[in-house]
């Protein structure tokens, strides 16, 4: 391991008890996530987040609430000497103004497409990541 790579996600529920999922094709590989991304050099978690928000989402976040973070090591999918550190955030926003559309999945594109996937229905296999699908226990359990 030669680097750490910060990533920060923002996981934002609506009224419906939905979640939003984040549906990407990067570097030719497709994969499933929660909003958000990396940290930047000289940038903090929750700016990063701020800033991934508004990249992604085109939305400004009212509040974040630390969530969880990863305590255990993890290889990064796409660089190997990498180890990933993730910090996820309970986000209120005006989700009102997230923009989904029906898509099929998985796409080829190099683009990204969201969607909102309801709490209930939610499983380990919506998602592509290690820590993400932790997060996907840990939302059942403490978001009924």
Same mark, same amino acid.
């Given at each position: 391991?030669?680097?750490?790579?910060?990533?920060?996600?923002?996981?934002?529920?609506?009224?419906?008890?939905?979640?939003?999922? %984040? !549906?990407?094709?990067?570097?030719?590989?497709?994969?499933?996530?929660?909003?958000?991304?990396?940290?930047?050099?000289?940038?903090?978690?929750?700016?990063?987040?701020? /800033?991934?928000?508004?990249?992604?989402?085109?939305?400004? +976040?009212?509040?974040?609430?630390?969530?969880?973070?990863? !305590?255990?090591?993890?290889?990064?999918?796409? /660089?190997? &000497?990498?180890?990933?550190?993730?910090?996820?955030?309970? *986000?209120?926003?005006?989700? %009102?103004?997230?923009? *989904? &559309?029906?898509?099929?999945?998985?796409?080829?594109? &190099?683009?990204?497409?969201? /969607?909102? +996937?309801?709490?209930?229905?939610? %499983?380990?296999? !919506?998602?592509?990541?290690? +820590? !993400?699908?932790? *997060? *996907?226990?840990?939302?059942?359990?403490? +978001?009924?």
């Amino acid at each position: 391991m030669k680097y750490f790579n910060l990533r920060v996600y923002g996981l934002i529920i609506n009224e419906k008890r939905e979640i939003l999922l %984040s !549906d990407e094709c990067r570097f030719g590989h497709f994969f499933t996530k929660f909003p958000g991304g990396g940290v930047e050099k000289g940038e903090g978690v929750i700016d990063a987040l701020h /800033r991934e928000f508004r990249e992604e989402l085109n939305l400004e +976040i009212e509040q974040a609430t630390p969530f969880y973070y990863n !305590d255990f090591y993890q290889e990064s999918a796409f /660089r190997k &000497e990498d180890q990933i550190v993730s910090f996820y955030y309970l *986000v209120k926003c005006d989700n %009102s103004k997230i923009m *989904v &559309e029906n898509y099929e999945i998985p796409f080829q594109e &190099e683009t990204e497409k969201q /969607r909102w +996937i309801s709490i209930k229905n939610l %499983s380990t296999k !919506d998602l592509t990541f290690p +820590i !993400d699908k932790v *997060v *996907v226990d840990r939302i059942k359990t403490f +978001i009924h």
